[in-house]
């Protein structure tokens, strides 16, 4: 059983160092001329499929939007899931789960088990205290899946928490990525990684970390090759995973108009191709 780390490379290798999102929200819906309702959001996904399955290195479904639509999003989504990991498509669950205990036990078969919805890797939020996460990262380890650990994001309000000083004087968003390293030391590229707003303006320092940087914010919240360069030093691009969701999503809902624009992106990010 090959790791998560291992079969990210390997498809970052092949499609290009990019995972696009599958975000059906009410906005998006409109604009495709899709309805606000399940059936509008199992046409989006169905389209998404079709447009980047086979096409991409990861794919992204956006869990809130499913579950606003109760069991039959849920539903969707389980389905949607299904059809991109038959065909060896990556699928990174983007549900930001976070608990301790049991509860987070329960978030983790969720996810990073064999049920309907469980997927290649999960986002997951350490602030409750990174060790909260270890129901996570021990079965992500045993499955061969893989967990993305939020560190620093790019909203304002995440700076109140994450740029806080810890007694050592490391920033609390610091302080996650040496633990997500921590998880990955010794292995040829790890399968804990982090997450880390494209748009931010504080580099972190990430020499140690051995594992996948998902940088969401690309496109058009404002990021870019630019942003991306200025926030990871030049031998750690190759484990940079940007994220493309509104940019590519706002073409739709032609699919060759959004693999024209996923190919567009993948081309601004060829230099990360190791």
């Given amino acids: 059983m090959k790791t998560f780390g ?3 490379q390997h498809a970052m290798r092949h499609f290009g160092a990019l995972c696009v999102g599958i975000d ?3 906005g998006l819906l409109e604009s495709w001329g899709l309805t606000d309702d ?3 959001v199992e046409k989006f996904a169905e389209i998404c499929v079709e447009a980047f399955d086979g096409e991409v290195a990861l ?3 956006q869990v809130a939007f499913f579950e606003a639509y109760g069991s ?3 539903a969707v989504l389980e389905r949607t899931i299904e059809v991109l990991r038959a065909s060896g498509t990556l699928v990174l669950a983007d549900a ?3 608990d301790i205990g049991s509860t987070m036990d329960a978030y983790a078969r969720t996810w990073l088990a064999d049920g309907p919805l469980g997927s290649d890797a999960v986002t997951v939020s350490p602030y409750l205290g990174f060790g909260s996460l270890a129901p996570a990262l021990t079965l992500a380890e045993a499955n061969g899946r893989g967990v993305f650990v939020l560190a620093a994001t790019s909203n304002p309000e995440g700076a109140q928490v994450q740029r806080a000083l810890a007694a050592d004087g490391r920033t609390v968003a610091q302080m996650v990525v040496d633990a997500a390293a921590q998880c990955n030391a010794g292995q040829e ?3 804990v990684g982090i997450v880390l707003g494209a748009t931010l303006t504080e580099p972190l320092d990430l020499a140690a970390l051995n594992g996948p940087i998902l940088m969401p914010g690309v496109g058009a919240q404002g990021g870019g090759p630019e942003t991306v360069r200025e926030l990871v030093s030049d031998h750690l691009l190759p484990a940079v995973v940007p ?3 509104r940019e590519v999503l706002r073409h739709g809902p032609s699919v060759s108009a959004l693999r024209a624009k996923l190919r567009a992106v993948q081309d601004e990010f060829a230099f990360l191709r190791r």
């Fill in 189 to 191: 590229f790890g399968s």
């Fill in 72 to 74: 039959g999003g849920i």
């Fill in 38 to 40: 399940v059936d509008g």
């Fill in 243 to 245: 994220n493309a969701s």
């Fill in 59 to 61: 794919i992204k479904p």
């Fill in 6 to 8: 291992a079969r990210l």
């Fill in 24 to 26: 059906p929200h009410p």
């Fill in 96 to 98: 930001k789960r976070g």
